[in-house]
């Protein structure tokens, strides 16, 4: 998670799914996971309240990005023009551009949320020389075990560290899914900004290297929410607000299809166009998720004074 000072960076702007398998998100897992191995409360809620928020400042704030491809195979080395195409979705998703906001139904058009980050590969590294803001690391590690290998990609002998967690978006590419087994595959994964995790060597979003990278894919932009903070917005069969937004109605339980467009769940229209969300159609950020996310970078990150 990006805090304290940015680096005077110059940037530059730049899947098929697993049969009979659900795409499932680890963020809260993992998150609770890391406070309970530091004795803390594994009250998420509670955790992201505590979290640092700044003020919510107006225009576009660069994000600058740094892409860890991590592979075993020819496969897994995923080409720059796929990277390219991910940040270009973040950058759509993140600045409230993606053309398929159309599809929000109308009781929800008013809270369609612009969150104003604009993703970008650094151009210079920590030391100040000149990068594509990709890097490229062989490892002997056929595939990474979210459960038991989490953070193995994040360094050597298996991976590579992070570039300073205060200054960039690490993301770290590589296979997460093929020696998955059972009903769910996990495709992406990033700790919520709690627990010490901002600026420490796991800061940063994983994603495997079969998902994320075709056109309209959001792996990205759903686990980037959770990078800055976002809870998901249901809860496990219970009907209370989750994610602490008024904007985003309560819900009980993910939801997948967006065929039935009167869905109601705790009495409430569900909101399946939602990132947070699990659905194929999610398409948008609410006013408060996106003042959210505002207020974390701007509360953990004072930008480098020129």
């Given at each position: 998670?990006?805090?304290k000072?940015?680096?005077?960076?110059?940037?530059?702007?730049?899947?098929?799914?697993?049969?009979?398998?659900?795409?499932?998100?680890?963020?809260?897992?993992?998150?609770?996971?890391?406070?309970?191995?530091?004795?803390?409360?594994?009250?998420?809620?509670?955790?992201?309240?505590?979290?640092?928020?700044?003020?919510?400042?107006?225009?576009?704030?660069?994000?600058?990005?740094?892409?860890?491809?991590?592979?075993?195979?020819?496969?897994?080395?995923?080409?720059?023009?796929?990277?390219?195409?991910?940040?270009?979705?973040?950058?759509?998703?993140?600045?409230?551009?993606?053309t398929?906001?159309?599809?929000?139904?109308?009781?929800?058009?008013?809270?369609?949320?612009?969150?104003?980050?604009?993703f970008?590969?650094?151009?210079?590294?920590?030391?100040?020389?000149?990068?594509?803001?990709i890097?490229?690391?062989?490892?002997?590690?056929?595939?990474?075990?979210?459960?038991?290998?989490?953070?193995?990609?994040?360094?050597?002998?298996?991976?590579?560290t992070?570039?300073?967690?205060?200054?960039?978006?690490?993301?770290?590419v590589?296979?997460?899914?093929?020696?998955?087994?059972?009903?769910?595959?996990?495709?992406?994964?990033?700790?919520?900004?709690?627990?010490?995790?901002?600026?420490?060597?796991?800061?940063?979003?994983?994603?495997?290297?079969?998902?994320?990278f075709?056109?309209?894919?959001?792996?990205?932009?759903?686990?980037?929410?959770?990078?800055?903070?976002?809870l998901?917005?249901?809860?496990?069969?219970?009907?209370?607000?989750?994610?602490?937004f008024?904007?985003?109605?309560?819900?009980?339980?993910?939801t997948?299809?967006?065929?039935?467009?009167?869905?109601?769940?705790?009495?409430?229209?569900?909101?399946?166009?939602n990132?947070?969300?699990?659905?194929?159609?999610?398409?948008?950020?609410?006013?408060?998720?996106?003042?959210?996310?505002?207020?974390?970078?701007?509360?953990?990150?004072?930008?480098?004074?020129?």
């Amino acid at each position: 998670m990006l805090r304290k000072t940015f680096l005077l960076l110059a940037v530059a702007f730049a899947a098929a799914p697993l049969a009979a398998q659900t795409e499932h998100c680890m963020a809260h897992t993992i998150t609770q996971r890391h406070l309970q191995a530091q004795g803390l409360s594994t009250d998420l809620a509670s955790a992201m309240a505590q979290v640092p928020r700044g003020s919510v400042r107006g225009g576009v704030q660069t994000v600058p990005v740094v892409v860890h491809v991590v592979w075993n195979t020819a496969a897994e080395n995923i080409p720059d023009a796929s990277i390219n195409q991910m940040v270009a979705q973040l950058n759509l998703d993140y600045q409230q551009q993606n053309t398929d906001l159309s599809q929000v139904r109308a009781a929800f058009t008013g809270v369609i949320g612009n969150v104003g980050f604009a993703f970008c590969l650094a151009s210079l590294d920590p030391n100040g020389n000149a990068t594509t803001g990709i890097t490229r690391t062989q490892t002997t590690e056929t595939w990474f075990d979210p459960d038991t290998e989490t953070d193995d990609m994040k360094s050597p002998p298996k991976g590579i560290t992070a570039w300073d967690p205060d200054s960039y978006l690490n993301i770290w590419v590589c296979d997460i899914t093929s020696g998955a087994t059972g009903g769910t595959v996990t495709v992406g994964y990033a700790y919520l900004p709690t627990g010490g995790v901002v600026g420490s060597n796991i800061d940063g979003f994983v994603i495997d290297y079969d998902y994320g990278f075709g056109t309209g894919e959001r792996t990205a932009t759903h686990e980037i929410g959770h990078y800055f903070g976002l809870l998901h917005p249901f809860d496990n069969n219970n009907c209370t607000n989750a994610d602490g937004f008024a904007d985003t109605p309560t819900t009980d339980s993910p939801t997948f299809s967006c065929s039935n467009t009167t869905l109601q769940k705790c009495g409430v229209l569900t909101q399946y166009e939602n990132f947070m969300d699990y659905a194929s159609c999610s398409v948008m950020f609410t006013d408060q998720q996106s003042a959210s996310m505002a207020g974390v970078l701007n509360g953990t990150c004072q930008p480098a004074q020129q």
